[in-house]
């Protein structure tokens, strides 16, 4: 009932809105335009003044919206000059502006340049805010944290406001789990575990932006019930030859080390540019688990403690290269080429002691894992890109080829041993895994611009996905392996996904609207081949649906100062690929993973309000329910915990958060981020009716010290007070970092010392509850306590040339693979 009176709430205003917008007039003169800079690109939030040519006096103050268009209306008829401004390029003034019978005036284009701009060196003059906001994003610049130097994709996501990455490298963005990961507007098609290796890997020097989508717009695939994170990498804006080079190494339990190069050459009518990193990552994790089992009265009748250590050392190589044809100044063909390989080994022991009901030790388990694990992934993209004219018309399209190949090999031995010493029992299982994936996706995107600053938006898309995975088991005895037809299967699953959609965006002076539907037609086919024990299983899932969005936006002032946001959005969240396989995956002789062929897409409604002032100061509400929330949960089967993914129910999260960056003085900038939200979740569960709610505290800061033109500091850190997430329900955990840094090379090159985790307060940790005759507490301890030391070096040409767009149409497909 809350959610449809919510749903009445908003669409009632909504309409109401764009009812007076329609019937609004403006009376006066107006003077209207648009500030761009070299690419023609617009300078969203460059500040526009309007002064009487006469004296200067100043007439009015407006920032560009986020297509860079500014107008000024109700004026009297006079000579008036338009001046703009924006951080990083040089002023611009215009020529005598005449407005005469209170007629409109539209002026060409502001084009502004930057400053400091030579042909053979670029001197920063300023830099970009940490975070900006604007209609339907966040953005951040990683540019702008001088302890992202030298650091990889991953670690920035943990200082990037709102958002969490835990100990196995999952996640979350406010609070939610589900959040879609892309990198320029690509998806990367990897698994949680996968996808934390590839971030790893990818250096933060070839970063430049990452998009806060928590209500995307219907532009973007509707998957990921926490919305859209978008890791914009540095594209090419040279002329002629550059490069930035990098190197780091690490110190932690063990060492690592990191090198890249982002390379780019423009000559005539083609641009080359290729991303290139290679790293080699040695981590120490050890894991503790404890466990009680009940009788049916809720006494103690023994108790499991678990031990076990992790030591995980993978090479890691990250290909991304391309090339651009601009075969006339509006028509550009592009192609891309992306491959990750990953190769790792770990030999992990596991120590299990079984305590009897008196507390005393029955036996010790000890299990010596031993794996090793292969991965590589190929990628190729041809982009097209055609201008119909000056005003933004224009016609995209993205063909995508993904191929996934992945294996393991491991094996476990289980010794079991009394309290004496004596060995008991012996056993020996090995495993073979290997998995492909074939991703297919095509889609196309036309932009149409209309009168009265007004853009129309329509896409369609396809795509086509089949994945192979086969799980082999052997029980080993003597030498001789025997097929473990208990476990041994191989799960074929094929899935085709529709989708077009239509977007709408307008100004009405002060107002703006976006209003956006997309429909998604699903298809899936699961297939769990038998074997010579076990016959086989198969399922299919058709289902369509719209995904309405729909945003308001209001000035509180002339400038553009304060202004309001509404926004409203419906979300899915379609199961990896992975989760749907129903194979059985080992731990330890007490701890299994499987997958669940039945786990079905959630749903999602977001409401949002938030106000923000000039991008310094910005506090939202929001309000996210969900049904059928897929989330991991832990289920008994015997003495063995079981983890899988499944329906919990429905979940309700209401959120307050806040975000500000602000100057105390000349030389200190702080960037603060801190929100308050309470999850609930409720359904039924294995253990009856689940109801488990909590409030949860979570903020992050930044702390930025210009020591010097060439020496410079950064205080770090962030805060979470626990809360609940399904079964699970967290204990607080934070972290301090600093870092200092010094220009060297005339400007080219910096070298920063590093310190993440200096009071090892990162040790996530908690409860899982609503275990059948059981009890569970966890706890980690890792190897997060890391001094890092960092080069890089830029050298080349740097006269800008027009600004690639992003590419790739497979976004949602490639992150739910394996």
Do not use: C
């Amino acid at each position: 009932m809350v959610m449809k009176f919510l749903q009445l709430l908003f669409l009632t205003l909504f309409t109401l809105l764009l009812f007076n917008f329609s019937n609004a007039q403006n009376t006066g003169g107006k003077i209207s335009g648009s500030v761009l800079d070299e690419a023609k690109k617009p300078l969203d939030g460059a500040t526009v003044i309007l002064l009487v040519a006469k004296d200067s006096s100043v007439v009015s103050t407006q920032l560009a919206k986020p297509d860079g268009s500014f107008a000024f209306q109700n004026l009297a008829d006079n000579t008036y000059l338009v001046k703009a401004t924006y951080i990083g390029y040089k002023n611009y003034r215009s020529e005598n502006v005449v407005v005469s019978n209170q007629k409109p005036v539209i002026l060409p284009a502001f084009v502004l340049s930057p400053a400091g701009k030579t042909l053979n060196a670029v001197s920063v003059t300023a830099k970009k805010s940490f975070i900006e906001q604007k209609i339907d994003r966040t953005v951040v610049n990683v540019g702008a944290l001088i302890s992202n130097t030298g650091t990889n994709a991953l670690e920035v996501l943990q200082k990037t406001p709102g958002v969490q990455v835990d100990a196995d490298g999952n996640i979350t963005f406010k609070g939610k789990s589900g959040v879609l990961v892309m990198i320029d507007d690509k998806p990367t098609y990897l698994s949680a575990s996968n996808l934390a290796t590839y971030l790893r890997s990818l250096p933060a020097s070839a970063l430049d932006q990452i998009e806060l989508m928590d209500n995307p717009p219907a532009k973007y695939d509707a998957a990921g019930n926490a919305g859209v994170i978008n890791i914009k990498t540095k594209k090419n804006t040279i002329k002629g030859f550059h490069a930035v080079l990098g190197a780091n190494y690490e110190q932690g339990f063990y060492s690592r080390n990191n090198e890249s190069a982002n390379l780019n050459y423009r000559i005539d009518k083609v641009n080359l540019f290729a991303n290139l990193s290679y790293d080699e990552q040695r981590t120490w994790r050890k894991l503790e688990i404890d466990r009680d089992y009940l009788d049916a009265n809720g006494n103690q009748t023994s108790s499991l403690k678990d031990i076990s250590y992790f030591r995980p050392t993978s090479y890691n190589t990250n290909i991304k290269a391309g090339m651009d044809f601009f075969a006339s100044p509006k028509t550009t063909w592009g192609i891309v080429y992306t491959s990750a390989i990953s190769n790792d080994h770990d030999n992990s022991p596991v120590y299990s002691l079984l305590y009897g009901q008196n507390g005393g030790l029955d036996s010790t388990i000890i299990t010596n894992n031993s794996s090793k694990n292969k991965f590589h992934s190929n990628g190729i993209n041809l982009n097209y890109t055609h201008k119909f004219d000056s005003v933004g018309r224009e016609l995209t399209f993205d063909l995508d080829y993904i191929r996934d190949v992945s294996g393991g090999n491991q094996q476990f031995v289980n010794n079991t041993y009394l309290p004496n010493g004596a060995l008991t029992d012996s056993t020996m299982l090995r495993d073979d895994l290997p998995s492909t994936i074939n991703i297919y996706s095509a889609k196309a995107d036309y932009v149409h611009p209309l009168k009265g600053k007004a853009e129309f938006e329509a896409g369609i898309k396809s795509s086509y996905v089949n994945t192979d995975n086969a799980a082999n088991y052997f029980n080993v005895l003597n030498g001789v392996s025997t097929i473990d037809y208990n476990s041994t299967n191989r799960f074929l699953y094929k899935e085709n996904i529709n989708a077009a959609y239509v977007n709408f965006n307008k100004n009405f002076g002060r107002f703006a609207i976006q209003t956006g539907l997309r429909a998604e037609n699903t298809n899936g086919d699961g297939h769990q081949l038998g074997n010579a024990e076990r016959a086989d299983s198969s399922f299919i899932n058709h289902y369509t649906d719209l995904f309405p969005t729909a945003y308001v936006s209001y000035n509180l002032d002339t400038a553009g100062h304060n202004v309001l946001v509404a926004s409203y959005g419906r979300r899915i969240g379609r199961p990896n690929y992975g989760s749907l396989n129903p194979f059985t995956f080992f731990v330890d002789e007490f701890t299994q993973f499987s997958g669940n062929p039945f786990l079905r897409p959630q749903f999602t409604n977001n409401y949002k309000l938030a106000y923000s002032f000039r991008s310094l100061f910005t506090v939202a509400l929001a309000y996210n329910y969900t049904t059928d929330v897929q989330g991991e949960t832990i289920h008994r089967s015997g003495d063995v915990f079981i983890s899988t993914q499944g329906n919990i129910g429905q979940q309700k999260t209401l959120d307050v958060s806040v975000n500000s960056n602000f100057q105390p003085t000349k030389w200190w900038t702080v960037n603060l981020y801190a929100e308050v939200y309470n999850n609930t979740y409720q359904g039924a569960f294995y253990t009856g009716y689940l109801n488990q709610s909590q409030v949860t505290f979570s903020g992050n800061g930044n702390n930025q010290f210009t020591i010097s033109p060439t020496w410079s500091a950064e205080l770090s850190g962030f805060f979470d007070s626990g809360g609940t997430y399904g079964q699970f329900v967290t204990l607080p955990k934070g972290m301090l970092n600093a870092a200092i840094q010094k220009k060297v090379l005339n400007n080219k090159g910096s070298i920063k010392l590093t310190m993440q985790n200096i009071l090892q307060s990162f040790s996530p940790s908690g409860t899982i509850t609503n275990i059948v005759d059981a009890k569970a507490t966890f706890h980690n301890t890792l190897d997060t306590r890391v001094a890092t030391l960092a080069f890089t070096y830029s050298f080349g040409k740097t006269t800008n040339t027009p600004q690639k767009r992003e590419t790739g149409g497979a976004d949602s497909e490639q992150s739910r693979a394996h």
